[in-house]
């Protein structure tokens, strides 16, 4: 689960923590021990966003959400594991070897926990810590959720500052939580969101207390469902409890609506064009000169990046650079860059009609249970359908949650997510509650 322990800070965090416990100056997270996923800088702690290239790299500076987390009393365990630059579906492509996810199931077999953010969600799972900050830009806190049994947060994009995260695709890069509840979850989430004028995506939109969302109703909302997520290959006991909990929804006085996201089909495609071709962009930083991983044996200054990009990245990262800067390569740009834009504007319109008639949206998080370890290892199209559920969302800016909602036969849990418009969080956290206490 962590590619970083660090005790030491810990006990020493702990120990400020109970002097204001002491003082009776306790701070809304005072003492609370959590991981922190290892994309997030943190000033004197390693930070290798699970990749080689980064593999000695030591920040001289804080990320913004670990600068709030940090004032608010948190205290950090660890930096957590994840696929390389977040990219990848069952955190199986770091550097520093797989996370196993703590659920095994019946068939008591290694399955994946989910990724990008699979250490965080691991972590939660399995009781090493009470909370963990993740990542998503594509899924990659609600599908680790999902997989592991634990409530994973999104929020409106520009909610949660990016500096000092590591960037993979910027427009799409949104910090998030993992916690083993929704309380949890919007206690947290109200910590980490802000305006910071060190991040141009930043909102300036005031920050609601999330952890009140109890005072709302949902009586009288209306909750959309997409026939465009019923998807193939969807579990039949994912798509049953969907409709069982849709029935449940009805009984509190929320009226069911059947909607249309017509552009959905085209979210996955889009998906693999704008974000690759954002990581081939942001991911030029590291040539062997400035930072990170550097060759010792190139001769010339074309060696050197060459050698050391090629020795210092993944597979899966490698794979998403040459497509990155394939679709953005002259003759090609407009092709497939720039069509892929456009369309992602018509999946948002889609959203924003849809909640012209609807105040939050319930789909499945993923079609199906967590696999075995190594399973698709060898089919990138296969492992990028993990997302097929979460990415549309991501392209579209808007908050949304995983929530446990049931386990298969074989005793593997699975998650439904709850999306809505805009900076409307507390509304998807008092949803994402009555989704929570129908499992208990």
Avoid at 206 to 232: A, Q, R, W
Avoid at 334 to 341: E, H, N, Q, R, S
Wanted: glycine share 8%.
């Amino acid at each position: 689960c962590f590619i970083t322990e660090t005790p030491q800070h810990a006990l020493n965090m702990a120990s400020n923590s109970d002097k204001n416990i002491k003082k009776g100056e306790m701070r809304d997270l005072e003492g609370i021990p959590i991981a922190m996923k290892d994309l997030f800088c943190t000033k004197n702690v390693k930070t290798t966003a699970a990749s080689k290239i980064l593999e000695n790299f030591v920040p001289f500076y804080e990320s913004t959400v670990s600068q709030q987390l940090w004032e608010s009393g948190s205290v950090m365990l660890g930096k957590s594991n994840l696929d390389e630059f977040a990219m990848g579906s069952a955190n199986t492509t770091s550097f520093f070897g797989n996370v196993k996810n703590p659920i095994k199931g019946k068939n008591n077999s290694d399955l994946v926990p989910g990724g990008s953010s699979g250490g965080s969600a691991a972590a939660v799972a399995a009781g090493l810590c009470l909370a963990a900050t993740g990542s998503d830009t594509g899924g990659s806190i609600r599908q680790p959720a999902s997989f592991c049994g634990i409530v994973g947060m999104k929020p409106t994009y520009g909610r949660c500052s990016r500096f000092g995260m590591v960037a993979f695709a910027s427009s799409l890069d949104q910090a998030g939580t993992l916690t083993r509840d929704v309380d949890d979850s919007a206690i947290m989430l109200e910590k980490m969101c802000g305006y910071d004028k060190k991040d141009s995506t930043s909102s300036k939109r005031e920050v609601p207390k999330f952890s009140e969302y109890h005072k709302l109703s949902l009586n009288g909302k209306k909750i959309g469902i997409p026939k465009e997520y019923l998807v193939d290959g969807l579990n039949p006991e994912i798509k049953k409890c969907w409709e069982n909990v849709s029935e449940e929804f009805k009984k509190i006085g929320v009226e069911i609506v059947d909607i249309s996201l017509p552009h959905t089909k085209y979210s996955l495609p889009t998906y693999y064009i704008i974000a690759p071709a954002e990581a081939s962009a942001n991911l030029a930083r590291y040539d062997g000169v400035r930072f990170g991983y550097r060759d010792e044996k190139a001769k010339t200054i074309d060696e050197l990046y060459e050698i050391s990009r090629s020795e210092g990245f993944g597979a899966e990262v490698k794979r998403r650079i040459m497509i990155g800067t394939y679709v953005l390569s002259a003759g090609y740009y407009d092709a497939y860059y720039i069509k892929a834009l456009k369309v992602r504007r018509l999946i948002l319109n889609d959203f924003i009609k849809a909640f012209e008639t609807c105040d939050l949206i319930l789909t499945p998080t993923t079609p199906n249970v967590s696999f075995l370890i190594g399973e698709k290892q060898d089919d990138p199209l296969e492992m990028y359908l993990n997302d097929v559920l979460t990415v549309p969302a991501s392209l579209a800016g808007l908050p949304a949650i995983s929530v446990p909602a049931g386990n298969n036969r074989d005793e593997l849990p699975f998650g439904l997510q709850i999306i809505s418009s805009h900076f409307n969080e507390s509304l998807v956290f008092k949803a994402a509650k009555f989704i929570e206490d129908l499992k208990k």
